[in-house]
Every structure is written in structure tokens, then in C-alpha cells.
């Protein structure tokens, strides 16, 4: 049989590695399949600008005649059925059967939706393709005309974006958030409470702790009720309240899965020759620990790492993880992962428009969050994969020089 | 459309007509030009779109605001005078025929 690899999933982490396989000289067939109708496109825009300029076309990633090109048969509307790792076949939901040399799921993930949330609702929505950024586009800008109140539920990335969109085009916005803080999964506590300060200095409304009960639709408007009573109307709903990986192909496989497809550090999972990467792929560290991230930069990484496996070399992903938000005029970045963290030092004054923290797991510098401080972000990717930090006490200190420091 | 010439470090050239308002790096990407990365879509946040322009005509283009000089300060390559993100210009009738050459590396 000719060399036939097969990506199901054409986001970011698929299309990164068919073209990484074409990069390394592999010269066999590739096929990336697609479940939506547009060709792979950049995601991030999705919950800020694009909400406003509508712009949807100019994030297609790459032009029809580059597929064809670097001999990539692209398929859009595409779904996968079902996965046989020991005949090394991928069934199409049209009934149509691929055979593959290699097999790397892209699934991605997919939004939670709230219980009992009706998909096709006209007021209430999730916030992950480009078909629901349409949708909550336009359901902006009819609340827009009409002069309704949005209510975000979950106050993450993605609900914080949309939150800061609709403020900015003059509407009326609540964030329901049922933790006690803000982005609880990615930001320290001082973090937090800045945002929140800053969102609701801009009119945001925010309520912390807020568990709903109920969500439904009658005559175009949403009805959201709370477990203290209370009842919002609102012409539109987003959903925001994180997502779950797309694992199901591989579970029904038998491929190992634990919140995501079990990968190792070159991208195999389970099953030979099935690899996975992206926002399914939950990474093994080797002690029984599994990291699943969500961003742009790991499916870049994981994508590469995997076509790279794919071709038979071995070179497990090393960058150092990053993720970013876009609300109002704060831009968020965050290089590594807060775990475990001990000790969270300001660097500067969280009342400024611009200011870092520095994350540290005992003695261990993990993560650092900066505001409105792009290059220090990059600095800060550069401390940690090169393993030179400053210690808390330089870090806490404006005069210390940072970029000495990575110099020396 | 507005014709941008996209030069390779070994000197190629490859020409694009790009449409009017495309920022540089979307025009790259999407036609597939090998030198231009574009992580992060045009956010301002990855510095992998980094170019440098044609120093005669420098002046033409709106001038850098200060998160694109922060990130050009950071990017992998040798930063130089004539150093650009090419997803914050924006082709305009202006800029026809403007040639961009990609550096060695984005990482």
C-alpha cells in the first residue's frame, strides 16, 4: 500500500502537520479531513475583533491553490464515523473507508454546553467555530439595534472577551461566573480581582458565585434564572464554561484516553500508528501526570512533534507553553503553566495599565502573567525554557534588570 | 490589488496581488510564502511575521506603534533598522510593488 497519512481534525494542530510532513521531505499522500465547511481558519479572532468586523474570510489560513500545491487533499464537511487501529482504516460518515499508513487525530475539542441547553436556540449560544462566531455576531448586533441586554455565562478567556465586545458596542452586559473569582483556572488571585475591577469600571456587570438554574427561550429573548432567586432577561446568552476534548473516536477505538487521547512526549497514543495532538491530546509526563492545554502554541508544537514521530524521528516538544486575551484595551499573556504555585510577586503596580507577576512553585519560577507587556512576555518564555529566573525579591523589584539577567 | 513582492533570504521572489486593507502577513500565509509564520493570527503576540522592508520606502509606511516596537525588540532574527511585523501593514495603492524580504528564522 502507498503511504497514506490520515488527519482527522483541520485546525490548527492538522494543518500544522501535514505541513510539517511535506517540510520533512515525506513524499506519500496526505489527507486532512475536515468536519466544517470552511477550510482551516484562525480561531483566536474568534471571540474578540471578528465579533465586531466580521471579517471571517480574511482567517482562512491558507488559499485553496496551497493545498494543492504542497499535495494535500484538504476535504471540508467531512466527519469521521469510526477509527480501526488493528485494520488501520478510518470509516466516513458517507460510508467511504481510507486506509492509512499513519493516523493522527486533530479532534480538537468541543464547548460544553449548559444542561439541558438547546443547540439550535436563536438567543443562546457557545463560542468555539467560525459558524458560532457568526451567529453571536449577529445576535450582537440585533441586541445592538433593539437595545437588548447580553448575558455571558462563565467568566473565562472567552466569556471575558465577549463580555469586553459587547461593552465596547454599547450594550448592556452581565458575566455569571459560579466560582469565586474570575479565569480561576489560569489567573492568581490579584490577577483576578485587577480584571474584575477593570471590567466593571467599564460597566460590566459581574457576579461571582452565581449558580443558574435555568436557561430558556421564549419570543426571541432568554430567560436565565439563578439559584438565589433571581431572573435575567437578555436577547442574547453565551455560553462560556470551558470545553471537552473530542476523544470519543478514540475511546470507541480502545485507545486510552483520561480527559483527552493519551499521548506520550513524541505524540503516540495508545494504538500504533495513531497519533494525536492538539486540544485532545492529553500529554503524559511520565508520572502519572497528564497536561492538556488549550492554545494556539501547543497545537502549533504538539502538530510538528507528531508528523515528526509519523516519519519515524523522535523529538519530543520542548517550548515553553503560552496562551493570551484580548479585553478592551488589556492584553493578558501568560508563559507557562501555574502550577502548584507557592508565591505570586507584582512586578510594578496592579494599578497601572501595564504589569507582570511572577508565578513560583517553591523556589521554581512556572509561570509568569503580563499585562500590556508584550516584550517582557517573550522574555519571560525565554526565563523559562532556558531555566534562568530572577528570584522573587529581583522579580519584585522595578530596578532590577531583567534583560541583563537573560544576557548573562 | 496592490502587488507586493515577497523575497526569500536566498533572494527569490515570490509576487502576490494582494487585495486592498489584507495585512501583509495574512496575504503571506494564506498564499503560502514559507517565510512568514503568523502564530497568532495578527494579535500581536508571536513576533513570527517578522519582515524587512524595502529601506527606500520605509517612509511610506504608517509608522510602528509602541506593542509592535516591543516585539520587534524580541524577534529571532537580526533586528534591523528596516525591521517590520508584516501583519501590521496593510496593503494600500500606496505600497504597490513594495518589496518585503522574509529573515533567516521566526524562532
Not at chain 1, 483520561?258 to 497519533?275: E, K, L, M, Q, W
Request: glycine share 8%; net charge negative; proline share 5%.
Amino acid at each position: 500500500m502507498e503511504n497514506h497519512i490520515v488527519i482527522v481534525g483541520a485546525g490548527q494542530a492538522g494543518l500544522q502537520a501535514a505541513e510539517t510532513l511535506r517540510a520533512e521531505k515525506y513524499s506519500g499522500l496526505i489527507t486532512l479531513l475536515g468536519d466544517e465547511p470552511h477550510p482551516p481558519y484562525h480561531r483566536p479572532p474568534l471571540s474578540k475583533d471578528a465579533l465586531k468586523e466580521k471579517h471571517f474570510d480574511s482567517l482562512t489560513m491558507r488559499g485553496p491553490n496551497v493545498f494543492e500545491r504542497r499535495k494535500i487533499t484538504m476535504r471540508t464537511g467531512c466527519r469521521v464515523s469510526a477509527i480501526h487501529p488493528n485494520r488501520q482504516t478510518v470509516e466516513l460518515e458517507n460510508g467511504e473507508s481510507l486506509s492509512y499508513s499513519g493516523l493522527l487525530l486533530a479532534t480538537g475539542a468541543s464547548p460544553r454546553l449548559f444542561p439541558g441547553q438547546e443547540p439550535n436556540a436563536k438567543t443562546i449560544h457557545v463560542l468555539r467555530s467560525r459558524g458560532h462566531s457568526e451567529a453571536v455576531a449577529e445576535r450582537l448586533s440585533l441586541c445592538q439595534a433593539r437595545q437588548e441586554p447580553v448575558v455571558v455565562i462563565g467568566g473565562g478567556f472567552i466569556g471575558l472577551e465577549v463580555a469586553a465586545v459587547a461593552r465596547e458596542m454599547g450594550l448592556e452586559v452581565t458575566v455569571l461566573e459560579a466560582g469565586n473569582q474570575l479565569m480561576g483556572r489560569v489567573a492568581t488571585p490579584v490577577l483576578a480581582k485587577t480584571f474584575q475591577q477593570r471590567h466593571e469600571s467599564r460597566g460590566v456587570r459581574i457576579a461571582l458565585n452565581a449558580r443558574v438554574t435555568h436557561l430558556s427561550e421564549a419570543d426571541d429573548r432568554a430567560t436565565i434564572e439563578l439559584a438565589d432567586g433571581q431572573r435575567l432577561t437578555a436577547g442574547l446568552v453565551v455560553v462560556a464554561i470551558g470545553v471537552a476534548p473530542n476523544d470519543t473516536l478514540a475511546q470507541e477505538a480502545g485507545i486510552v484516553c483520561n480527559n483527552g487521547i493519551v499521548v506520550d512526549t513524541y505524540g503516540r497514543t495508545s494504538a500504533p500508528h495513531v497519533f494525536a495532538a492538539g486540544d485532545c491530546a492529553a500529554r503524559s509526563n511520565g508520572n502519572g501526570h497528564f497536561l492538556r492545554l488549550e492554545s494556539i502554541q501547543n497545537a502549533i508544537e504538539q502538530g510538528k512533534a507528531a508528523a515528526r514521530s509519523i516519519l519515524g524521528q523522535s523529538r519530543p516538544f520542548h517550548d515553553t507553553p503560552y496562551f493570551w486575551s484580548d479585553q478592551f484595551d488589556m492584553k493578558l499573556q501568560i508563559a507557562g503553566v501555574a502550577h502548584a504555585v507557592t508565591t505570586s510577586v507584582v512586578r510594578g503596580n496592579t494599578c497601572d495599565a501595564a504589569f507582570s507577576i511572577y508565578n513560583y512553585a517553591d523556589e521554581r519560577l512556572v509561570s509568569v502573567d503580563t499585562l500590556n507587556a508584550p516584550k517582557e512576555h517573550i522574555m519571560a518564555r525565554k526565563m523559562l525554557s532556558q531555566e534562568v529566573w530572577p528570584t522573587p525579591e529581583q522579580a519584585g523589584d522595578p530596578e532590577f534588570d531583567l534583560a541583563a539577567l537573560m544576557e548573562s | 490589488m496592490i502587488r507586493i513582492h515577497y523575497v526569500d533570504p536566498d533572494g527569490n521572489t515570490t509576487t502576490l496581488n494582494v487585495p486592498d486593507g489584507q495585512n501583509l502577513m495574512q496575504a503571506a500565509v494564506q498564499n503560502g510564502i514559507d517565510g512568514i509564520v503568523g502564530e497568532c493570527g495578527g494579535s500581536l503576540v508571536c513576533a513570527t511575521c517578522h519582515c524587512y522592508v524595502d529601506p527606500t520606502r520605509l517612509s511610506e509606511l504608517n509608522p510602528p506603534t509602541e506593542e509592535e516596537l516591543e516585539l520587534l525588540e524580541e524577534v529571532a532574527a537580526q533586528r534591523k533598522d528596516n525591521s517590520r511585523l508584516s501583519c501590521q501593514i496593510k496593503a494600500s495603492a500606496a505600497l504597490d510593488n513594495l518589496s518585503i524580504t522574509t529573515p533567516e528564522t521566526q524562532y
